[in-house]
């Protein structure tokens, strides 16, 4: 069975060689995480994708963060209103991750105006 840094050294090299392979063929990327209900937590993969994103430059959206505040806000009621039980988003969870891509896209002025 594979250790837990073995499993997170093997996750970077992947994410590494997928922007890689996207960057060698000049297309823009964001990394992204994915947001933790108060249920589940966040592990290690948040870390892997802010070193790489630090490391290639490119633009990270920390929805984990974002409903972080969320919940500071609104408390636990976030677990029934943005999530499914198992964890996972549902539309409106969704709907504010693709929010906060799409904020990120305009901060970092990643559409050609034609």
């Not at 892997?48 to 633009?59: D, S």
């Not at 920390?62 to 209103?81: L, V, Y």
Request: net charge positive; proline share 3%.
């Amino acid at each position: 069975m594979l250790e837990n840094a073995e499993i997170s050294r093997w996750a970077e090299s992947d994410i590494i060689e997928i922007v890689k392979i996207i960057q060698s063929r000049n297309i823009k990327i964001i990394l992204q995480n994915y947001p933790a209900s108060t249920k589940f937590h966040a592990g290690k993969i948040d870390g892997i994708l802010k070193n790489v994103a630090v490391r290639f430059n490119i633009p990270f959206v920390n929805n984990n963060w974002m409903f972080k505040k969320m919940i500071a806000a609104q408390g636990a009621k976030i677990d029934t209103e943005y999530f499914v039980p198992d964890g996972h988003c549902n539309g409106r969870g969704y709907k504010v991750m693709a929010t906060n891509v799409y904020n990120k896209i305009i901060e970092e002025r990643m559409l050609k105006s034609k």
